[in-house]
């Protein structure tokens, strides 16, 4: 998955979901990214988003 471009998350995902995103460090699309369900210091090595 390191070299996944985009990313189309589900709007809803049960709250014991836990997403971790840090090796997604080329990914131009990030779509429907909950902090409930993924970590907000993963948003640091996604250098590419838009």
């Known amino acids: ?3 996944l ?3 189309y998350l589900p709007l809803y ?3 014991s979901t836990k997403l971790e995103l840090g090796t997604l ?3 131009l699309t990030l779509v ?3 902090n ?3 970590y907000l ?3 640091i ?3 590419n988003l838009r």
């Open 1 to 3: 998955m390191e070299q």
């Open 5 to 7: 471009r985009h990313l």
């Open 13 to 15: 995902c049960k709250s």
């Open 25 to 27: 460090r080329k990914i």
């Open 32 to 34: 429907n990214f909950n």
């Open 36 to 38: 409930k369900n993924c």
């Open 41 to 43: 210091k993963d948003l």
């Open 45 to 47: 090595n996604m250098t």
